[in-house]
């Protein structure tokens, strides 16, 4: 009787070692699913203000090469 209570408490453990173990699994997939959120998140925020950035950098541009052909030309004009 008392090899069978063992061999059912080795079982038991067993069982529950493999819950405990299935439930950190999970706990690291949850894990690095968020991180990869997070870092996704990251990327897309620093890819949107260097975009913002290379945006603001053209207009500025475009309007120092508007205002120089502008007055070049009204120089040539009334020149």
Do not use: N, P
Not at 50 to 58: C, D, G, W
Not at 62 to 73: D, E, K, R, S
């Amino acid at each position: 009787m008392r090899m069978r209570q063992s061999i059912a408490e080795i079982e038991d453990a067993f069982f529950e070692e493999i819950e405990e173990d299935r439930e950190e699994a999970e706990r690291l997939r949850r894990r690095a699913q968020r991180r990869q959120a997070e870092r996704m998140h990251k990327r897309r925020h620093r890819h949107g203000s260097m975009r913002f950035l290379l945006l603001v950098l053209v207009l500025i541009g475009t309007a120092v090469a508007v205002t120089y052909a502008m007055f070049t030309t009204l120089y040539y004009v009334l020149g």
